[in-house]
């Protein structure tokens, strides 16, 4: 391998040598544009200044590599203050060796033809450049047009898809939704007609994502004319603690038409139901109403009491004694009694009516407001804007129940 060099003094001469040797190893016009525009920037500095810029290049047969060196001796360096070195920064071709005064490119090339002395149009050989840059540049916007129709078109195809997969997720919302108010139909008992008695029920999942929960009601006629309401409180949120609340208020049920006494239900459920499921664990509220005579019986097994508000604004929470279903000794004590008249409201609930803001004395405070507040409003409004009332501020979400029961004496 024979290392040529040459001394050029201008940037024109520098060019010219690089452009002929670039020629005779037969490199690509645009890869010798390239080059020569490389080696007249790199080189640019020093010869402004005056000083003469070594050109020296060798060709390795046994690789097939081109080595340009570009030398300017005596430089400190590229970068340094008051350099008139080689600068490299950003070139048309990037070197693959960078020292102190020396920039080395090596490309792929072919053996030396003999032709770098012969006497070459240098126009010509520049304007071959230009046409090789020109048809590099007009393949890539070609590239660049056709990978931008590509994208096009596939962000249509995006588009398209992501519109098929809203359409899709609304499909499963609206089936998911028709799907939830089923479930809540299927636990709500239907509605009872009771002549002189008015209900209303307002129910309130703690999550979107489980809205069913351990709080339930039951409500149904008996033989004799009165009616039985059943409130349950199930420990937990979602579908475990609402199978666990459906058996206790089938059990309640089964019971109640039997016709065991109402103190007797709720210790009774949990003989019942313990064997086949000893996890279960909640709280009870059973009333019993003559809605002809306005008499109220309440049995409690560990639930929040009963609210009471006269038509003349009294209002008394009604304490009944008992411990619930899974609680050690579970069952009532002796029935609370009372007496309705025309127009006084009676409300049934679950502590997430109470508790929302975790202090429950506060609550039952705030529960007597609202129900002094919506006394005077229809029956069916009162249990759903009572818990608005309540649930302004919530930093423990819960399940929540509210049943309210007016008697009208008609």
């Known amino acids: 391998m024979t290392t040529r060099n040459l001394r050029c003094a201008t940037t024109a001469g520098l060019s010219r040598a690089v452009r002929a040797l670039a020629r005779e190893h037969a490199l690509d016009p645009a890869v010798r544009a390239r080059l020569v525009l490389s080696a007249a920037e790199a080189a640019g500095a020093a010869l402004r200044a005056g000083r003469e810029t070594g050109l020296a290049w060798a060709y ?33 071709m990037a070197p693959d060796e960078v020292t102190e005064g020396e920039v080395v490119w090596r490309l792929p090339a072919s053996p030396p033809s003999g032709t770098a002395d012969e006497a070459s149009d240098e126009n010509a050989l520049a304007a071959e450049e ?21 994208l096009a078109e596939t962000n249509s195809g995006v588009l398209a898809l992501y519109v098929q997969l809203d359409e899709r997720d609304k499909q499963l919302r609206t089936a998911h939704g028709q799907t939830l108010r089923e479930l809540e139909d299927a636990l709500r008992p239907a509605p009872i007609k009771a002549d002189g008695l008015e209900l209303a029920v307002h129910y309130e999942p703690a999550g979107t994502d489980a809205p069913t929960g351990g709080d339930l009601y ?9 009616v039985h309401i059943t409130i349950v409180d199930a420990l937990g949120h979602g579908v475990t603690s609402t199978r666990s609340a459906l058996n206790v208020t089938h059990a309640v049920r089964t019971l109640a038409l ?47 009491p009963a609210l009471l508000l006269r038509r003349d604004g009294t209002a008394r929470y009604l304490e009944a004694r008992g411990r619930g279903i899974g609680f050690p000794l579970p069952g009532s004590e002796t029935p609370l009694t009372e007496r309705l008249a025309p127009g006084d409201l009676l409300l049934l609930y679950t502590d997430g009516l109470t508790e929302s803001r975790r202090d429950p004395i506060e609550g039952e405070k705030r529960l007597i407001e609202a129900a002094h507040k919506h006394l005077q409003s229809p029956t069916e409004e009162v249990p759903g804007a009572i818990a608005e009332d309540m649930h302004t ?13 007016r008697l009208t004496g008609q």
Do not use: C, Y
């Open 130 to 150: 230009l046409r090789a840059v020109v048809a590099a540049t007009d393949a890539l916007t070609s590239e660049h047009r056709r990978l931008k129709d590509e």
């Open 258 to 304: 039997e016709g065991h006494r109402l103190e007797s239900i709720v210790g009774r459920t949990d003989e019942i139901l313990r064997p086949f499921d000893r996890s279960v664990m909640a709280t009870v509220q059973l009333a019993r109403i003559d809605p002809a005579t306005g008499e109220l019986w309440l049995a409690n097994g560990s639930h929040p």
């Open 60 to 92: 390795d047969p046994a690789e097939g590599l081109l080595t340009v060196a570009l030398r300017t001796p005596g430089d400190t360096g590229p970068g340094a203050a008051g350099d008139t070195g080689p600068v490299v920064a950003d070139l048309p």
């Open 218 to 226: 039951d409500w149904f006629v008996l033989p004799d004319g009165t």
């Open 393 to 405: 501020v919530i930093l423990h979400p819960d399940d929540t129940l509210a049943l309210a029961v």
